[in-house]
């Protein structure tokens, strides 16, 4: 019975000392704020939801360098694609749309995956389907590789504070995906 005591004791110590270190150490009030932070910003970089984004600049197709990593003004919506891809130019409409719609709280930036197309090809899709957001090129793939790119379409939806809020492979519903993008902007 007192050994049963003493090991309760000693697991209620070491729990308490677990505490304390969670909290660096710091004094109660302190360490309640540690737990009963709103939202952590992740400090993990990567290619999934709840991480942070990877960090890349990439010049534009008709001008200007364009910068993602970070926190932003807005949310920013990653589209990773090439000419040939079918389902791309499925979604091409809706991306439009979506550009046009959200233009004042949301970026939407093209990512031309270039090692698996050409310039000539991708500039033929922007004019063909009257693309209206910013087309980046990734040249070496680079940028498709470090998001660990699968598929062709690829849609990351990144928050303002620079993190991942949910990698979409494929396309969806025009529906679906505005549906998805008003949940990233509350």
């Not at 922007?126 to 087309?135: G, L, Y």
């Not at 498709?144 to 598929?151: E, F, H, R, T, V």
């Not at 690829?154 to 679906?176: A, C, H, P, W």
Request: glycine residues 10%; charged residues 25%; aromatic residues 10%.
């Amino acid at each position: 019975m007192k050994r049963n005591l003493y090991i309760i004791i000693g697991v209620l110590l070491l729990v308490g000392i677990a505490i304390w270190q969670a909290g660096g150490g710091r004094g109660l009030s302190q360490l309640q704020s540690v737990f009963q932070a709103e939202e952590p910003v992740p400090t993990e970089v990567g290619a999934k939801a709840g991480m942070l984004a990877p960090s890349f600049q990439l010049n534009g197709m008709e001008e200007g360098t364009y910068e993602v990593g970070g926190k932003r003004d807005k949310p920013v919506m990653l589209n990773f694609w090439a000419s040939w891809c079918e389902p791309c130019k499925m979604e091409a409409p809706t991306l439009n749309h979506i550009s046009e719609t959200y233009k004042d709280q949301l970026d939407i930036y093209g990512v031309n995956v270039t090692k698996y197309d050409t310039e000539k090809d991708a500039a033929e899709f922007v004019d063909t389907f009257h693309v209206k957001f910013p087309i980046l090129m990734d040249s070496d793939g680079a940028i498709y590789d470090l998001y660990k790119g699968m598929a062709f379409p690829t849609n990351v939806l990144i928050d303002e504070n620079g993190v991942i809020q949910e990698v979409i492979l494929g396309i969806l519903s025009e529906e679906e995906l505005e549906n998805k993008i008003k949940d990233l902007l509350k």
